[in-house]
């Protein structure tokens, strides 16, 4: 405001800051204002709420009505926009930004749509090992996800039809989220025969993956009859000195193959050691497992036994302790510190002791 005088020949002024208070108000891009969020499986996915208003607004978001759950993949991108990594179909929903502040609020909601190809998450058995005897109930159950449209599961065994296995097969959905679904097949076989061993497929695939879906196989193997576990070969003796490797096998027989487990000085080996030097193996069909020790430590000393173990019985083969001798070759000296052990390397006797419960 500015006022004078032309008399007198002064001006005087004064001079107020107005703020003007605004609801907020969300501006949506114009690609995502109509037609929502459209994206394929697997690719991060923006989503945008640009919010104006006096005072800022704080923004809030929302799936499906409910609070959104941030984590290391659902995260803002700043204090208004989000971003999902690796978006799948359970990623499918509407979403809501709620801008707020002391003047009022406003939101905008837009569907996010995911293209999933079909795909099989999971194929199992009743016999997580895929092993049985004639006459048992075999169940194999396959677990397929994708885009609804379209979606088929077929099942086959050995490149061929299981139409003519007298096998019984459901299907269920487990999730079913807007065009999202997680679907399962069951192919029950109620009393099995030998002729009922073999490769089995389950497929699927829907119009995002026509004519080249996706699959997973497994073997089922049937047996005539029981047989208890029996150690056919053991290991031999060995020659292993500190910072060398070192594998010692047993081999079985028995229907269905037997559980074989390792211990030491009685405690059961993982499969993978802590420090990843120590591991149990074993074969595809069962009959034989590896004990794997690298860079063999002193630390390794010890009784060690396999067993294996079946519903008829078990059988344990014993060994004497296996000992880790001093390297001539690195002088003794492991991680910085000198060994005052003799510079030997041990030979492994090996002495078998037969065990078996019926």
Known sequence: CVAGSVNQGYVKQSSAHVTVRAS????????????????????????????????YPYVSWYKDNQPLIFNDRI?????????IDKAGGLDYGDYTCVAKNSMGTDNVSRTLVINVQAKVMTLNASNERGYYLT????????????????????????????????????????????????????????VSRLEHEGNYRCSVE??????????????????????????????QSTEISEENNMIVTCYFSGAPPPWVT??????ILKPISDDGRVKVLASNDGLNSNLVIMDA????NGNYTCQGRNSEGFTAAGFLPIKIGFNPDTGGVKNG????????????????LWLLLV
């Open 24 to 55: 907020p108000r969300i501006a949506v891009p114009e690609r995502q204002e109509t037609d929502g969020l459209t994206h394929d499986s697997g690719k991060a996915v923006h989503i945008r709420c640009s919010a104006s208003g006096y005072p």
């Open 75 to 83: 995260r803002r991108t700043d204090v208004q926009n989000i971003v």
């Open 135 to 190: 006459g048992d109930k075999i169940v194999l159950t396959c677990v397929t996800e994708g885009s609804m449209a379209s979606l088929s599961i077929s099942w086959s065994k050995d490149g061929t039809s299981v139409d003519r296995l007298g096998a019984l097969i459901r299907e269920e959905n487990d999730v079913e989220l807007y065009d999202y679904l997680i679907k399962r097949s069951v192919l029950e076989i109620p």
């Open 206 to 235: 829907n119009y995002l993956n026509l004519n080249r879906g996706d699959s997973k196989e497994m073997m089922i193997r049937v047996y005539p009859e029981a047989v208890a576990p029996k150690l056919l070969s053991g290991p």
């Open 262 to 267: 390792w211990r030491k000085n009685g405690e």
């Open 297 to 300: 430590h002193k630390s390794d």
């Open 337 to 352: 510190t000198n060994s005052s052990s003799p510079g030997l390397i041990f030979t492994l006797p090996v002495l078998f």
